[in-house]
């Protein structure tokens, strides 16, 4: 999980140095016992058409995945941010990053909760990835 980690952000780093920032970036999964992870994006600079926004999303996030990321991803999410799902990761992102900030990539990262479409969920904003941040200057 960590190497998907590390893959995406540094992704989502690139997209967002050239489009501008998230609203929401996290991975979902929606089977514990089938652990693939989605990776959920909400921004307002999305473009309308969907099958550009994914052309260009999937480019840009694939583009350095390997077997083992592969195996892990199951697929990329963009919601509107007035969505319920949307709604909800921002409230689990503004209230755990408030309580617990950044965290390292080798620290428990799952959050597990009772909503049935994100019932585990990794914030991608609050993880120190050194190999990443450095590139971001954080």
């Excluded at 997209?15 to 994006?41: H, S, T, Y």
């Excluded at 994100?118 to 590139?135: H, K, R, S, Y």
Aim: glycine fraction near 4%.
């Amino acid at each position: 999980m960590r190497n998907l980690i590390v893959k995406i952000k540094k992704a989502l780093a690139e997209i967002e140095a050239e489009k501008g920032a998230f609203l929401i970036k996290c991975l979902v999964a929606r089977n514990p016992d089938d652990m693939q992870w989605d990776l959920i994006l909400v921004a307002d600079w999305f473009v309308a058409d969907q099958i550009e926004r994914f052309n260009y999303l999937s480019k840009k996030i694939l583009n350095d995945f390997d077997i083992d990321c592969m195996s892990q991803f199951s697929g990329i999410v963009t919601i509107a941010p007035t969505s319920d799902l949307a709604k909800f990761l921002r409230e689990i992102q503004n209230g755990y990053v408030s309580q617990h900030g950044r965290i390292y990539l080798n620290e428990s990262v799952i959050i597990n909760t009772d909503n049935k479409q994100a019932p585990m969920v990794v914030l991608l904003d609050n993880i120190n990835t050194p190999a990443v941040d450095g590139l971001l200057g954080l």
